[in-house]
């Protein structure tokens, strides 16, 4: 009976001493990596903002490049400012933003949020040289992109905000089921009053 309550005792030992995972879990275990984007075919406008939406939030520059067209402008008008002034911003000013947010080691996150499809106004184009273009207008109550650094949040979105995408369609492309593949040209945002 000595013997193997004896055995018992020493397998116990040896088990404890060998730091079990039961009995003495990992004090800071790393999280599972993020699983990769996935982003879809811009066979349509919708889809390009969807591509935008993941490629923003995941800061993934190479993807973010390919949602716009390279002759891309983009403008931001605050009408309840006291002198209202247009900033625009441009392709290259686009990538350099979203490296400027992938380099950032103090950014804990960033999201966009482009709101459910059902949400958005489709419109036809109101640029008369470019009839084959797409619009989407999307309230800023559906729209909502933020990035927080250390303890401050910026926040893109509410009542008096509308965002107004304008797509421009490529040259026809087998890849697309559409065999047409679309890209942001124009970014329209403004604060009304």
């Known amino acids: 009976m000595q013997f193997s309550v ?14 079990c995972g039961i009995f003495d ?8 990596p993020e699983p990769p984007a ?22 993934d520059s190479t993807a973010y490049k390919e949602v716009y067209d390279s002759t891309y402008v983009g403008s931001s008008l605050d009408q309840s400012d006291t002198n ?15 490296a400027a947010l992938a380099r950032s080691p103090t950014i804990s996150s960033v999201t966009f949020d482009v709101g459910p499809a059902t949400s958005w106004n489709r419109l036809t184009s109101d640029d008369p040289s470019h009839p084959e273009w797409a619009v989407i207008q999307i309230a800023g109550t559906s729209l909502d992109v933020q990035v927080t650094d250390g303890r401050d949040t ?15 369609p490529t040259t026809p492309a087998p890849s697309s089921p559409s ?8 970014w329209v945002e403004t604060r009304s009053p």
Request: hydrophobic share 45%; charged share 15%.
């Open 84 to 98: 209202p002034e247009t900033i625009s911003f441009t392709y290259s000013e686009e990538v350099a933003h979203i």
């Open 38 to 59: 996935e982003y879809v075919i811009p066979s349509q406008p919708g889809y390009v903002l969807n591509n935008l939406e993941i490629a923003y939030s995941h800061r």
């Open 179 to 186: 065999d047409t593949l679309w890209k942001i040209v124009r």
């Open 25 to 32: 879990p990992e004090k800071n275990p790393v999280p599972p």
């Open 154 to 168: 910026w926040q893109a979105s509410g009542l008096k905000e509308y965002f107004q995408f304008s797509f421009a």
């Open 6 to 19: 004896f055995g018992a005792l020493f397998a116990l030992a040896a088990v404890l001493l060998a730091g």
